[in-house]
């Protein structure tokens, strides 16, 4: 499941130009009281839900791509020093979400309605099907489901946790998948009107994977050359 991790942190993805929230202080792990998390928060109905949940993903849901700047930062036990990459995500409605490292080591990672492909420069490629592994299926879901602004869909995956307003918000995602659980922790995410800031990995381990997102392009043009180099070639539905 290592395969999996960096695409944990990068949850999310339809961000948009704007005001940014700022980021939660400090390096919280899972097992830490985070506000975000009390019972008094938790979103139960997908059909009955706060007014800023509602337009965060009635938002999400208008975006047919985006292409958003990241950086990576990931804090490890054993490691002192914080680990940082760098890069591009690619998001289609279609097409799914591709994920492209630029720095420390180049490659791609796409993860979409079949499964997950990481992409090296080379054009070497590992695969890795919904139907072949539950918990990736659980992940699709989660991710996918939550771009294409479908609360129904994540809902059915996670436990979900709200606080804020159109100003500032925090959502918590908790998968209830047991064996992706163990390798997420809880997904913490922050942001402000539709735009997403920042995506947490809250480890029990006290590990922590952020992603900060910049600056987006939102319904960017994709060519065909773009589509070769960050998508499925073969993807349902792809354009």
Not at 16 to 21: D, F, N, V
Not at 63 to 72: N, S
Not at 120 to 138: K, W
Request: positive net charge.
């Amino acid at each position: 499941m290592k395969f999996l991790h960096p695409l944990l942190l990068s949850a999310v993805l339809a961000a948009t130009p704007g005001l940014r929230a700022e980021p939660p202080l400090g390096a919280p792990t899972a097992s830490e009281a985070f506000p975000v998390y009390a019972d008094a928060n938790r979103v139960a109905d997908p059909a009955r839900l706060p007014a800023a949940l509602r337009s965060v993903f009635t938002r999400l849901a208008e975006a047919d791509t985006a292409v958003i700047p990241f950086v990576e930062n990931r804090r490890m036990g054993i490691i002192k020093k914080p680990v940082e990459l760098t890069g591009t995500m690619r998001y289609s409605r279609k097409a799914g979400l591709s994920i492209a490292y630029e720095s420390p080591k180049p490659r791609v990672l796409i993860i979409d309605d079949v499964g997950l492909i990481e992409r090296q420069p080379d054009g070497r490629e590992r695969r890795i099907a919904t139907t072949d592994r539950p918990e990736l299926a659980v992940l699709t879901t989660i991710y996918l489901n939550l771009l294409r602004g479908k609360p129904a869909g994540l809902f059915g995956a996670c436990e979900v946790f709200f606080i804020g307003n159109a100003s500032g918000w925090q959502m918590g995602l908790i998968p209830k998948d047991e064996s992706l659980r163990r390798h997420t922790g809880r997904v913490l995410i922050g942001g402000a009107a539709r735009e997403i800031a920042q995506i947490s990995n809250l480890l029990e381990n006290g590990d922590r994977r952020t992603l900060r997102l910049s600056k987006s392009e939102i319904d960017a043009k994709f060519s065909s050359s773009i589509i070769q180099s960050y998508f499925r070639t073969n993807a349902p539905g792809k354009e």
